[in-house]
């Protein structure tokens, strides 16, 4: 067999296709591509030898991991980056600019074609920090490192002395920079976390995620929903709880689990069909959204939309987060992107509102405004401009304290529930929780079929 013809079969998905094909495999330089099977799933993958160099990548290393992405981009296949470098090979002079720069370039075509996942296991400095950040999911060891300018430049520029895992090490970018989207113990584990990913995963942008079979019914009541919210209105649960129940045998992949705690997101199935999972989490920060919960929520839609993976938002949020920090760091802009997400995302659409949903944290946890296709609330739902002591501040002003208290008592008995909502129509059905699995699982079968034409244009301006 030639190796054009293996080639062949991986990108047809044949049985016989070859477990792994080397690609380019007698160039120079540490990056090597191969056409591997990863779970069962045959992707183009690209490895660093940090054995030579630190992984420094001259010229021709930048040609071979932007060949990857042509060949993954050609053939639609899963791109996956071992992405273990100390960056440009300061011997090379330019060149190795040039080069990483063509491989930065085809990289960003396969952005929203094919999934690019990123395994970081080592140090990723300079330009291969910054290739990983194109990545649409980056998983790093927990030993592994990744920063654009190292110690040295930060001591020389700044003064400050740091080392390598306080400016940049897993720990960093799992809870405060979000870069990381899982973190492993070993690269074992890291590998077997990216094999998961694709099982939920389709080969590209034109393709369907694949059928998980599962032996959970559908039509399961979820009686457990009915204790999961705490006696206090203003009580905190885990929002992954109620995720639980709902989707098959309550396994949730969650991604960025540590940064914007206050928002989760997670990857799963209902039916043996990929959903994703988006919701706000009581337990931080009472499930307010701020500007990490923003860019985390936004991203992840904006992830779903472009690999077919249909959307349920669990929401439970009083609102936004106020503060004069986040107003100045740009509240405005951030938060927009959660609205910009959603109103472009083209993939069926379920939200189920569990209880707070207040002001415009409503609308950009995907209302009916947005174009959501199936709007469920419960009955403990309150949907409203905001909440009742908030409201008796303002509308009640003049009131003294036992006039603002009996305002409070008013205003939650006329509007702190899903009924008013309903009744305009931002509401399509009000269920009981233990109807949760069945109802969403049974909206998500009626809109396998939906498709939208999408207006043509060069593409749109995104609130970075």
Not at 7 to 17: E, T, Y
Not at 257 to 271: E, S, Y
Not at 446 to 451: E, G, Q, W, Y
């Amino acid at each position: 067999m030639t190796e054009t013809d293996s080639a062949a079969l991986v990108a047809a998905g044949h049985d016989d296709a070859p477990s792994a094909l080397e690609l380019r495999s007698h160039t120079p330089g540490v990056a090597s591509m191969r056409v591997e099977s990863v779970g069962g799933r045959s992707v183009v993958v690209v490895r660093i030898d940090n054995s030579r160099r630190r992984g420094a990548l001259a010229p021709i290393d930048g040609e071979n991991i932007a060949e990857a992405a042509r060949m993954a981009l050609d053939k639609r296949l899963p791109l996956l980056l071992f992405m273990t470098s100390s960056g440009a090979d300061a011997n090379e002079g330019v060149a190795a600019l040039h080069g990483w720069g063509i491989a930065a370039r085809v990289l960003t075509r396969c952005s929203g074609t094919v999934p690019i996942i990123a395994i970081v296991e080592g140090g990723a400095v300079s330009g291969s920090a910054l290739l990983i950040g194109l990545a649409d999911v980056v998983i790093m060891t927990r030993d592994a490192y990744a920063f654009v300018s190292g110690p040295i430049g930060v001591r020389q520029l700044t003064g400050v002395r740091i080392n390598n895992t306080d400016l940049g090490g897993a720990d960093t970018h799992d809870r405060s920079t979000g870069v990381a989207h899982a973190i492993t113990d070993t690269a074992e584990e890291a590998e077997a976390f990216a094999a998961s990913l694709l099982a939920l995963l389709p080969n590209h942008t034109d393709e369907l995620p694949p059928f998980n079979r599962t032996d959970d019914p559908v039509g399961r009541a979820t009686d457990e929903c009915e204790t999961i919210l705490p006696q206090s209105p203003s009580g905190g649960y885990d929002i992954r709880d109620l995720a639980a129940t709902i989707v098959d045998d309550g396994e949730l992949l969650e991604l960025r689990a540590g940064w914007a705690q206050n928002m989760v997101t997670a990857l799963a199935t209902i039916g043996g069909n990929t959903v994703g999972i988006v919701a706000n989490q009581p337990l931080s920060m009472a499930g307010t959204l701020d500007i990490a919960a923003s860019q985390k929520g936004a991203r992840f839609v904006a992830f779903c939309d472009a690999f077919n993976i249909p959307l349920l938002t669990l929401v439970d949020t009083p609102g936004f987060y106020p503060g004069k920090d986040l107003e100045w760091r740009g509240m405005i802009r951030h938060g927009a992107q959660m609205a910009f997400a959603y109103a472009r995302a083209s993939v069926p659409r379920v939200s189920l509102v569990v209880r707070k949903s207040y002001g415009g944290a409503f609308i950009v946890m995907d209302s009916k405004t947005m174009g959501n296709d199936v709007n469920i609330a419960w009955p403990t739902a309150e949907i409203a401009v905001m909440g009742a002591r908030q409201a008796a501040e303002i509308l009640a002003r003049r009131e003294d304290e036992a006039g603002k208290d009996a305002f409070v008592v008013d205003y939650e008995q006329r509007y702190l529930n899903p009924w008013v909502a309903a009744e305009r129509g931002f509401v399509d059905m009000v269920i009981e929780p233990s109807e949760s699995r069945s109802i969403i699982a049974e909206a998500f079968d009626l809109l396998r079929s939906k498709r939208e034409v999408l207006q043509e244009r060069r593409h749109d301006n995104t609130p970075l």
